[in-house]
């Protein structure tokens, strides 16, 4: 098993819509959460850390369940732009990240 | 400052080929990274280091090797090219103060094709 798993997807919302993906993780001693965001061809970008009370960013909100290990990203309000690959990355301990394999979302007219 | 940079940004090479990449970074970070993406698998960690003079195996480390020469940069090369190293390449950088815990800054990627 995979220690980091995410639904591939694609995810196709219409703007304006929420949408949320989980990501679980095997490693019940995972310290550090994130998410990142890829746009097609691109590299891989930061988007949020996850916390363990929960954070927001604007419309994007992360939260983390250490009791069923997994870690959630809601995006409010969809816009065009927010199409791309988000990726959850769990860190154990050391220096080396786990990333999963991206969730897909398409965000249409 | 121009973050971290690749090159070459595209190679193709034949089997039993080798080539070096060169990943550069202009933040004074100590901790550097390389990852190969595959369609369907995700970003997996062939090699890292944690500061000038060091490195250290990730999850798919067999057929490249690695230097960090200086601080700035990390060198991934690959001895005798495979088709099963066709991927796309990022390198990455973080501060180290934090351990992986700090940001990760990518480079564009090195797309390789192995015919």
């Known amino acids: 098993r995979k220690e980091v798993e995410q639904d591939p997807g694609p995810f196709n919302v219409p703007e304006g819509a929420t949408v949320a993906f989980n990501c679980t993780y095997s490693?019940?001693?995972?310290?550090?959460f994130f998410w990142y965001r890829q746009d097609c061809r691109k590299e891989p970008k930061l988007l949020m850390s996850v916390y363990s009370s929960g954070n927001e960013d604007g419309r994007f909100t992360a939260q983390l369940n250490r009791a069923s290990q997994y870690i959630s990203l809601l995006i409010r309000d969809s816009k065009l732009s927010d199409s791309a690959t988000y990726l959850c990355v769990v860190i154990n301990s050391g220096y080396a990240l786990n990333f999963g394999k991206g969730t897909s979302l398409l965000v249409t007219p | 400052n121009a973050g971290v940079t690749q090159t070459p940004k595209f190679r193709v090479l034949k089997t039993g080929q080798s080539m070096t990449l060169l990943c550069a970074q202009d933040m004074n970070h100590e901790y550097m990274y390389w990852y190969r993406q595959d369609p369907g698998m995700g970003l997996r960690l062939i090699h890292y280091s944690v500061g000038e003079g060091t490195t250290a195996k990730g999850e798919v480390p067999d057929g490249y090797n690695v230097s960090r020469l200086k601080k700035q940069n990390f060198l991934l090369g690959l001895e005798s090219a495979a088709p099963s190293q066709t991927s796309v390449y990022f390198c990455?950088?973080?501060?180290?103060?934090?351990?992986?815990?700090?940001?990760?800054?990518f480079g564009p990627g090195t797309r390789l094709t192995v015919l």
């Open positions: 990455a950088s973080t501060e180290g103060l934090n351990g992986a815990t700090d940001t990760q800054y």
């Open positions: 490693n019940s001693a995972s310290q550090s």
